[in-house]
């Protein structure tokens, strides 16, 4: 990658002064531009040149690209004019206290808000009590608009926090330093870093300056600095706010989207709305003085409620009312940041910015604090919660619907179905299921926790009477992927949440509906959804019966058959059961997979003929199982019995071992309709066969009934 930039020509080892920085700027006209390596640029900062980081003249008129952008961090306030050197010194102290951020500092919060500089440099003057840097930031690509440019210097300086503000123009010069304290070669997405600085609007002005009035030294004295500079020192240090302070950091102006006047931002827990009016007062509109962050700790309903101007929405179920409040409510609107992808935690003091706001890849909003001191991470409900230190979930619940105008539709069908719901997860959660069930208990016992998973989201997901079955049990879905998130398995492991599906329903403990068992609002809008998402298959629907007597007493029928069957969690699949106990069975447990696309040859026209039919088995598998059959008579005709692992073994240069494996799990059922019986030996059969084994194993032997 070669970048072009500009380097002055002398080496210097100490901070320019005075009529030398001049001299400086002439050197580097917009002629000397050249293409450097990043490697190139950071040998010319360590031997002591100077450089502008942009291709640009010594106006930032001049300013034609730019790949690099440079942010100086001193560690120190702005020094007014009139300020005496002594009141400086006393100020910078105070400051070095309160906001000193060491380079590792530095370091680890750019790596926390994931925008990590090439590589930081330290400045001449820095010193181990006072640390003075400069970050190196390259881009991926040029960039040639001067307002996209300018958008990413104010939103690098914003995110990082506490920087130089005289450093924001294009054609600033920044001098060599001491030491590559960081080297990460990281370069940056030039697309990513254009979407996240968008929001911020670039004004032609001059940086906003502190007014300082001429102090009077003889009444000035036994002050404090405090008292003789009571607006500097607010800027710094004015604690007294709603919970922590207010601090002017603002490094630009902008154009208020709801005012047209210039206006600073100016930061309260990272980054508000709040804005204070710059020019004349009187001609200018009252911005509110309150904050929703302070209406949420003191839980002001009647205050939040006119803030947020919500239109009230009846939800049909929890699940689309929670929906809408952890996707669909902007969370940094909420808290008033303007730009949340760096601001100061709202949890624990913090002079850099260590928290964060944003949304997941599924759009969910979450709040995060990125320090290890802290590290709290939430989602919306979680955050009221915390703001305004509800102990109870149901009133912080009442408080989300009143300040969001939000309520959730009541029947008695469905409060009926919400108490059959929560009967069923007692009863699992309790272990009264053993004593209900125990065989299907044992079969169910890694797959447990799904069933309690889609008892939850049933429960979450009761519509009105027109969403249920022809049992009235409540109709709901969910997709895989949803599923995988919900029980943190890795989302290339979606089979695995398939299985343990069809488990629950054979056991009858879920059901999977057909086309015919879905409510036609229901279907219509699944079957839109696979359209717009060019899905061959819709959502699946479910629907989970309640616990009656006969449904209890057929869903340990089933486990009992499970076990008798030699079912197991792995081999589970549409062949396992088509193989085992037919068509009907295999399609009742995969409805929306029990057709296929089928294509014949007519061999008298050549005509291909395409037709939809029952899902049977593969022509592969079907050769593997009749391989694994005469495999079995084989060796069972020479000692009368075989075992699985002896089949493997056999077959394990044809087939990898997992395939043999899962192909005998698939189709114990097979070996039962051609005579032969998988058992557990016991003595008895151990002598009667001449079992050489330690313990009782699992054999396969002809079936003595037959």
Not at 64 to 79: G, L
Not at 209 to 237: A, F, Q, T, W
Not at 292 to 310: G, M, T
Not at 575 to 600: C, H, W
Request: glycine share 4%; with cysteine; net charge positive.
């Amino acid at each position: 990658m070669r970048i072009k930039l500009i380097t002055d020509k002398v080496n210097y080892q100490s901070k320019p002064k005075g009529g030398e920085i001049g001299t400086i700027i002439n050197r580097m006209a917009i002629g000397t531009a050249k293409e450097y390596s990043i490697e190139e640029i950071k040998q010319n900062i360590l031997s002591g040149k100077t450089i502008r980081p942009s291709y640009c003249g010594a106006q930032e008129t001049d300013w034609i690209s730019q790949q690099v952008f440079m942010i100086d961090i001193d560690n120190k306030p702005v020094k007014p004019k009139k300020m005496s050197e002594i009141d400086y010194e006393i100020l910078t102290e105070q400051y070095l206290k309160e906001n000193h951020r060491t380079y590792e500092e530095i370091i680890e919060h750019c790596k926390e808000i994931d925008i990590i500089p090439n590589f930081i440099y330290t400045s001449f003057n820095h010193k181990e009590n006072h640390h003075k840097m400069r970050l190196v930031f390259v881009l991926d690509k040029v960039i040639t608009d001067e307002n996209t440019a300018k958008r990413i210097l104010l939103y690098l300086m914003e995110s990082i926090g506490e920087v130089d503000e005289t450093c924001k123009n294009l054609n600033r010069i920044f001098f060599a330093g001491k030491n590559i304290v960081f080297d990460s070669g990281n370069i940056l997405n030039s697309n990513y870093i254009i979407e996240l600085s968008k929001d911020i609007i670039v004004e032609d002005s001059k940086p906003i300056k502190v007014k300082s009035n001429k102090i009077n030294n003889n009444n000035n004295k036994g002050k404090s600095l405090m008292e003789r500079y009571p607006k500097l020192y607010n800027k710094y240090y004015k604690i007294k706010d709603i919970v922590r302070g207010l601090r002017v950091t603002s490094i630009y102006t902008y154009r208020s989207n709801s005012f047209n006047t210039l206006v600073t931002v100016s930061q309260r827990f990272g980054n508000p709305s709040r804005t204070k009016v710059l020019g004349n007062p009187k001609s200018s509109p009252s911005i509110k003085e309150r904050y929703n962050i302070k209406a949420l700790i003191n839980r002001e309903v009647e205050y939040l409620q006119n803030s947020l101007n919500c239109d009230p929405i009846v939800f049909d179920n929890k699940e689309d009312f929670w929906y809408h409040i952890y996707y669909n409510i902007n969370m940094a609107e909420l808290l008033e940041f303007k730009y949340p992808s760096s601001v100061k935690c709202l949890f624990h003091k913090d002079s850099n910015p260590s928290a964060s706001i944003f949304q997941t890849n599924e759009g969910k909003w979450l709040y995060k604090c990125h320090s290890g001191k802290c590290g709290v991470a939430m989602n919306t409900k979680q955050l009221i919660e915390k703001l305004g230190g509800f102990k109870s979930e149901y009133r912080a619940i009442e408080f989300i619907k009143t300040i969001f105008n939000l309520s959730i539709k009541e029947t008695q069908w469905s409060i009926e179905q919400k108490a059959n719901l929560d009967s069923i997860i007692n009863t699992m959660n309790l272990n009264k299921f053993m004593d209900l069930c125990p065989q299907t208990d044992k079969n169910i016992r890694y797959v447990k926790e799904l069933f309690l998973v889609m008892a939850g989201i049933a429960q979450n997901n009761i519509y009105g009477e027109n969403y249920m079955n022809s049992d009235g049990d409540a109709v709901f879905f969910v997709s895989l992927s949803e599923l995988a998130r919900i029980t943190k398995t890795a989302s290339n492991n979606l089979k695995r949440i398939s299985q343990r599906l069809a488990v629950l329903t054979y056991h009858d403990l879920i059901r999977k509906l057909d086309d015919d068992k879905i409510p036609p609002k229901m279907l219509a809008k699944a079957q839109a959804i696979a359209i717009s998402h060019k899905m061959t298959q819709r959502v699946s629907y479910y629907s989970i019966p309640s616990w009656v007597f006969d449904q209890l007493n057929n869903i340990e029928s089933q486990g009992v058959k499970w076990k008798q069957n030699g079912y197991t969690v792995k081999g589970t699949s549409y062949e396992m059961f088509y193989r085992t106990e037919g068509l009907e069975v295999a399609q009742n447990i995969y409805p929306q997979y029990k057709k296929v696309a089928s294509k014949d040859i007519d061999y008298e026209t050549g005509e291909i003929i395409e037709s939809i039919k029952d899902r049977t088995t593969t022509k592969k598998s079907d050769e593997r199982v009749e391989n694994i059959v005469s495999v079995v008579e084989k060796l069972v005709s020479e000692k009368n019995y075989t075992t699985e692992k002896e089949i493997v073994l056999y077959l394990s240069e044809e087939y990898k071992w997992e395939v043999t494996e899962i192909q005998l799990r698939k189709m114990r059922g097979e070996l039962e309709k051609i005579g032969y019986i998988r058992i557990r030996a016991n003595k008895e059969l151990k002598e009667r066969y001449s079992v050489q084994s330690n313990g009782y194993p699992v054999i396969i032997c002809k079936d003595e009934k037959n």
